[in-house]
């Protein structure tokens, strides 16, 4: 069951053009439906589940990562970000997080770092990053190459990670 943090729980697909309702929107102002036996709720009462533990998984984007399981997302010092939202919350409150991100920045630097030098927005919780070119977990001060995106040669994984990378056996390619 997916959760919005601004409070529905039961979010459905993103709707087909016809199907637009510009009330119903998820915590990232997007447009959404929701499923069968879905519910809404204040968003003081979507916090008060997402802090009290009762989310099992949240999907996050970062602008950094580390291989102690550190996660940068919510500023840059001196540019306009949008803010952290709900991130703190859910990287305390939720059992397992992913992170999705591109590997690198527009400028080819790594994103994967042995450590962050963003301001935190939590200490030692990530155990998954999924990127633009791999699947890695993160684990004992590691990143532990899993998968690679199709097309991505390990080499290039390897070029653009900065953090510890461990690499074990054969890669397999990601498939979908």
Not at 59 to 82: H, Q, R, T, W
């Amino acid at each position: 069951m997916l959760q919005s943090e601004n409070g529905l729980l039961g979010m459905g697909q993103f709707p087909l053009e016809e199907e637009v309702d510009p009330d119903l929107i998820n915590a990232g102002k997007q447009t959404v439906t929701m499923v069968t036996g879905a519910s809404l709720f204040c968003s003081a009462e979507s916090f008060a589940m997402i802090r009290g533990g009762h989310v099992d998984l949240t999907v996050l984007g970062a602008f950094e990562v580390d291989c102690m399981g550190n996660i940068a997302s919510y500023m840059i010092p001196g540019k306009l970000v949008k803010g952290m939202g709900g991130a703190m919350d859910l990287v305390a409150g939720a059992e397992r997080i992913i992170v999705t991100m591109t590997h690198a920045s527009k400028s080819g630097q790594s994103k994967l770092l042995s450590e962050c030098t963003l301001p935190l927005t939590g200490k030692g919780c990530i155990k998954r990053v999924l990127t633009d070119l791999a699947l890695l977990d993160v684990d004992n001060g590691h990143f532990i190459l899993r998968e690679r995106a199709p097309g991505v040669t390990v080499e290039e994984i390897i070029a653009l990670t900065e953090g510890a990378l461990v690499v074990e056996g054969e890669i397999p390619e990601m498939t979908f």
